[in-house]
């Protein structure tokens, strides 16, 4: 059968903070005179990188420097927010040690900087549950581009055949299926009728494990 492999993106999947994030996204927008809603957020915007939406949002290109800057005060926003309400999905943990039980590989694909990355990991102390972490920063394409699942698959030396992602924006899944790959949608921002592509649908890791394998 070969060697088997969880890709998990983290903003919705590992953790359950979409919310916080749009929150943080609204007030950034506000501040800025940028008009933005809940509904074209995760229309549109929902899975995209940082210089994507940005990019989105100001209908032009932006230079590193300026991503950079705007990237820093948008995500202080959302961590305030965030940081009282910090926690795993549920089920997370328990999925996390039957991966490691059964020898699975895991690698976490998302398209968030590293200091959400480490926000998120160290916080909840699940860096080593994971055998690799690739984030927004080290890909050239962002999703719905497959880049970082392929390369995701790569780092822990597992064929796309053998791997599931986990996601639950419509960029994510995109990315995962046309890498290859098999892709549960977690319906923490769209309905399950709204995923219906994907190959399982659920609201959460709770009993996950034994629909996937």
């Known amino acids: 059968m070969g060697q088997k492999a969880v890709l998990f993106d983290m903003d919705g999947v590992v953790v359950d903070n979409l919310p916080y994030h749009v929150d943080a996204w609204l007030l950034y927008c506000e ?12 229309k ?30 948008k995500e202080l926003i959302y961590r305030g927010f965030y ?38 990991l160290d916080g ?8 690799a972490v690739i984030g927004g ?27 599931w992602v986990i996601e639950d924006s419509l960029q994510g899944i995109e990315a995962g299926l046309s890498a290859g790959m098999k892709v549960v949608g977690m319906t923490t921002s769209h309905s399950a009728e709204e995923l219906s592509h994907t190959h399982i649908t659920s609201p959460d890791f709770v009993d996950l ?3 996937m394998f």
């Not at 501040?31 to 995760?42: A, C, K, P, S, V």
């Not at 209908?59 to 705007?70: T, W």
Request: proline content about 6%; some cysteine.
């Open 137 to 163: 920063a080290e890909v050239t394409k962002g999703k719905p581009d497959p880049e970082i699942y392929v390369r995701a698959a790569g780092l822990v030396h597992v064929s796309p055949e053998n791997c």
């Open 124 to 131: 909840l102390g699940i860096r080593s549950d994971f055998d």
């Open 83 to 120: 940081k009282p309400f910090l926690a795993p999905a549920p089920g997370l943990m328990d999925f996390l040690t039957l991966l490691k039980a059964y020898g699975i590989k895991t690698a976490l694909g998302t398209s968030a900087g590293p200091g959400n990355i480490d926000f998120i």
């Open 44 to 73: 549109d915007l929902n899975g995209l990188n940082s210089k994507d939406t940005f990019e989105w949002l100001l209908k032009r290109e932006i230079s590193k420097e300026e991503i950079n800057e705007f990237e820093e005060e």
């Open 209 to 211: 494990f034994q629909k």
């Open 31 to 42: 501040r800025h005179g940028i008009h933005l809603t809940r509904e074209i957020f995760y």
